[in-house]
């Protein structure tokens, strides 16, 4: 493959979807409508047609917030032919974190379903952004509209990507958490995240997963989600989505009747499979990943009984700034094992506490990495900063150790970020809400281990004197302002004090088995 200095993301998918044109590209089981991806390209391309006509230019941001349908990922497409960086919305947002979101990357044009419409339209409001809002359904500004009104319907062979510099212009900015417990915005130039793109395609070629059925369950936001929409034209494959989000009984029906080859599920579906293994056929899978929370090793051996012994079940460890999976599973890779490191990165275990360097095996360190991945922060040098070392490792922020056979174990994260089933809580961003409550003197948001979802926020609460502040109260203002992944289903505990180290931080390990023996409502 020719990939000069201007080849970008949007070369890469207009020459494979012409060679896949009569493939089905994706399949919306809701509905069971489906669609070639020369269908795909079509609608792909007079979309990017449209967007020209509007007037947006190569480096302007085009935000994407939707469900599974037909239509959420031709925007995604339409922005790689024209150099506009991708950011994926979560749906479920509501207005402080979209204002938060669109007050650091400045969108121009968003996609959304209807009943998101008048939020975004506030948040611009209040920012003075002028941001063109087109509803996927029902709106004023619908998609089937705005590329009525816009594509001058020359023919789709004389469709070229526009040409921009892939050293400035980003192909994508992706939510994110880090130390600090603000949002952050990992920005992906076009180079690095071909890269990863295209060794993924040859390790898929060679495991002989080309041209299968992929069960996609990832919502727009996640890294998955934006990886395999750029993966899964160049393989061939079928996405299997659905418009109906949160539903396990309908992934059942899905997989029963669909009969994927692949899929990266949450450990939480995982446990509900294993509750429902009397209901649900998996042997038609190849190969499955394990992502976004801890998994534990009783289900996990629990679920590998419901697989082909040939199925490669993988404890998927990547983070959003390595661009998805880092390691991968061989068929000798033990239980509990991420596998190996793919080939095209560099990796150091550190102790965190001297920076030594850890050579030998079973000895915890901190995961230092250098390969295809993120940038920079978007418009945050600051934090870009504190995880870059000055020879260019990326310092993950995870605790790992390696076995004599140079296999990866994740122990857990040094950072405080809380991880309910895929989602990833920022402790501070519920902490701030509370706080707020009368009768609240301190407050510290926690994750409680639990097997099916990982990780469940809890608040423990030091009231005022003679407070009545109820615990019913905090679980209600939360819910009532941030969205549903952020909800207190671990509980309120009310503590008489917080315990601190010297310099003032709240000690979370310490507060964790403190409240073990605490009544918590």
């Known amino acids: 493959m020719d990939m000069g200095p201007s080849y970008h993301s949007g ?101 959304c379903q209807n009943e998101c419409s008048d939020i975004h339209k506030k948040v611009a409001i209040d920012l003075g952004l002028e941001i063109k809002i087109v509803t996927f359904d029902e709106g004023e500004c619908t998609f089937s509209k705005f590329i009525e009104q816009y594509d001058d319907r020359q023919p789709d062979q004389d469709f070229k990507v526009l040409e921009f510099d892939i050293e400035k212009i980003y192909a994508f900015l992706i939510c994110t958490s880090g130390t600090t417990g603000y949002v952050k915005i990992a920005a992906f130039k076009h180079r690095p995240f071909m890269m990863k793109v295209l060794g993924m395609l040859k390790r898929h070629t060679e495991a002989k997963l080309s041209g299968t059925r992929i069960l996609n369950l990832s919502p727009v936001q996640w890294i998955t989600s934006y990886f395999i929409t750029v993966v899964s034209p160049l393989t061939g494959d079928t996405l299997i989505q659905t418009s109906i989000p949160d539903d396990f009984d309908h992934v059942i029906d899905i997989i029963n009747k669909y009969k994927p080859a692949t899929t990266i599920i949450s450990p939480t579906l995982m446990s509900f499979l294993v509750s429902r293994k009397e209901e649900v056929d998996l042997t038609s899978f190849k190969s499955i990943g394990i992502a976004g929370s801890q998994i534990y090793s009783n289900v996990l051996i629990k679920f590998k009984e419901l697989l082909n012994k040939e199925t490669r079940l993988a404890n998927a460890y990547g983070q959003t700034e390595m661009i998805g999976p880092i390691f991968a599973p061989s068929p000798l890779t033990p239980i509990g094992s991420c596998g190996s490191p793919i080939p095209g990165h560099s990796f150091k275990l550190v102790d965190p506490d001297t920076g030594k360097e850890i050579n030998e095996p079973n000895v915890t360190g901190e995961l230092w990495t250098k390969g295809p991945r993120f940038s920079e922060y978007y418009n945050d040098p600051e934090e870009t900063a504190l995880v870059f070392t000055e020879d260019g490792y990326f310092k993950t922020g995870d605790l790992f150790y390696r076995d004599e056979n140079n296999n990866f174990y994740f122990v857990e994260r040094i950072r405080t970020l809380i991880k309910y089933r895929n989602s990833h809580v920022i402790p501070s961003e519920i902490e701030e809400v509370i706080s707020k409550l009368p009768g609240v003197r301190e407050v510290c948001v926690v994750g409680v281990p639990h097997e099916a979802d990982g990780e469940r926020p809890a608040a423990c609460v030091v009231r005022d004197t003679n407070s009545a502040v109820t615990a019913q109260e905090i679980r209600d203002l939360v819910a009532s302002k941030l969205s549903k992944n952020k909800e207190l289903r671990g509980g309120v505990v009310f503590v008489d004090s917080l315990p601190r180290t010297s310099t003032g931080k709240v000690v979370r390990k310490k507060l964790l088995k403190q409240i073990e023996n605490i009544k918590i409502e």
Do not use: C
């Open 11 to 111: 070369h890469l998918i207009l020459e494979y979807m012409k060679r896949h044109s009569d493939t089905v590209g994706q399949i919306d089981a809701a509905t069971g409508e489906e669609e070639t991806y020369g269908s795909i390209l079509s609608r792909s391309i007079r979309l990017a047609r449209s967007l020209r006509a509007f007037g947006l230019k190569s480096g302007d941001v085009l935000a994407v917030s939707g469900r599974n349908h037909l239509d959420v990922h031709i925007p995604f497409y339409a922005a790689l032919f024209n150099g506009l960086p991708i950011l994926g919305v979560d749906p479920y947002f509501k207005y402080d974190e979209i204002l938060t979101l669109f007050k650091q990357t400045k969108p121009k044009i968003v996609f």
